[in-house]
């Protein structure tokens, strides 16, 4: 995935939102990412600071909510937990498993002044 | 991962081959750019720090939680459903080549073009970081093409593409193939506005690639194994490479291609003829 552009994406977000809201300046900004997601929070922090200056979201701090992956195996009719997209289902060892959450790239909620 | 490469807000070029370097801003356009489909929880705002009896002092504000719940992808997903009203509203079948640089997409493209072209009519949107060969290359075959520099981008989006197409303005009922930047990760979470994603392998580059870049593979509806003539000369097994690719994958359609030789061309043509058939039956029933 592009940390970069969607670094760009999350602060033209907040910005938004941001005036939208009457608000002078942004102090944080939460993002959930899902684990299976293929999005690095280092990667999202490291792109952030350098794409928040010269903004109101200038010095906010960013948070990163990591979502653990789950998904539906259609063998065993079970919900079960991924740590690795296309990973074969823990119960049963098949591969017909259907990502059911982990893939999330959202922001969530943000603190404004 | 692209962190490293670097890739921020493309400087994006097209080049239409009359106008070159012709910049993708300086004209008007008018995608809908209104998020109203998006629901802000404006009420559900929680205040933090309320000052005693709500007293509010000129100048000194007060943090408060805004709970926002959008998908940062949201953007790019406007403009590609965009381009596919505007492609659909014409009748144009587009395809978005996604593959590793050097799979031989473009000559792929260009044989395919050679194949269609009496039947269709075909345009093109070519992306790369830089330079307009490929472009060249297509229009060498006489069908219009529109170069793409993404400069320090590493993917194609909906944005980019959506210029492309109002410059290149395809022809009714036509097939539009966009070839994106060589690229095996980030294109796959770009929707263009495309029919279908079409990922190219070709045979060497080793059977393990759809389970080392699944994601690119899960996006795709058909696969090409290109270079197909090579095999005699490798060790590559045409079995397991396809059988890694349907393990992530179970819908994926796979068509074992030579560009070179033309093995296989034809039925990737048939391929693009059904479907696009079928999707300006399907149009044409609902009447959208």
């Given amino acids: 995935m592009h940390e970069m552009s969607l670094t760009e994406s999350i602060v033209e977000i907040a910005v938004e939102t941001a005036r939208k809201e009457g608000a002078e300046r942004v102090t944080r900004v939460v993002v959930d990412v899902g684990q299976l997601s293929h999005v690095e929070p280092e990667a999202l922090e490291f792109c952030f600071a350098a794409v928040a200056r010269g903004t109101i979201v200038e010095g906010a701090r960013l948070e990163v909510a990591r979502v653990p992956g789950a998904g539906f195996c259609s063998d065993c009719g079970k919900t079960v937990a991924i740590a690795e997209r296309f990973s074969p289902c823990p119960e049963c060892g098949g591969f017909r498993v259907q990502m059911t959450a982990g893939d999330e790239l959202k922001v969530r909620e943000m603190e404004i002044a | 991962m692209c962190s490293t490469c670097g890739c921020g807000q493309a400087e994006i070029v097209l080049d239409s081959g009359k106008s070159a370097g012709a910049h993708a801003h300086d004209h008007a356009h008018d995608h809908a750019h209104d998020h109203d489909h998006h629901h802000h929880h404006d009420n559900g705002a929680i205040d933090y720090g309320n000052g005693p009896a709500g007293a509010h002092a000129p100048g000194v504000s007060q943090e408060r939680m805004v709970a926002i719940e959008r ?54 949107v070519e992306g790369d970081q830089q330079t307009s060969n490929d472009a060249e290359r297509i229009r060498a075959t006489g069908a219009p093409a529109i170069q793409i520099n993404t400069g320090k981008g590493c993917h194609l989006d909906a944005h980019m593409v959506g210029h492309a197409i109002e410059t290149l303005g395809p022809a009714p009922n036509s097939v539009l193939f966009i070839e994106n930047v060589g690229n095996l990760v980030c294109p796959a979470g770009f929707d263009l506005g495309e029919a279908h994603k079409v990922v190219v392998l070709s045979v060497t580059e080793g059977e393990d690639k759809p389970l080392k870049y699944p994601d690119m593979f899960v996006a795709a509806d058909l696969m090409l194994l290109n270079k197909s003539d090579l095999l005699p000369h490798l060790d590559f097994d045409v079995g397991l490479c396809l059988a890694n690719a349907l393990r992530i994958n179970p819908h994926l359609q796979t068509l074992v291609v030579s560009a070179r030789t033309g093995e296989g061309l034809s039925a990737f043509v048939a391929w693009i003829e059904a479907n696009a058939a079928r999707r300006a039956a399907a149009m044409a029933k609902g009447g959208a």
């Fill in chain 2, 71 to 124: 998908d940062i992808m949201s953007k790019n997903d406007a403009y590609a459903r965009d381009n596919r009203r505007a492609l659909a509203a014409k009748g144009v079948f587009a395809l978005n080549l996604v593959s590793s640089p050097g799979s031989g997409k473009t000559t792929l493209l260009a044989r395919t073009i050679e194949a269609l072209k009496d039947r269709l009519s075909v345009s093109v």
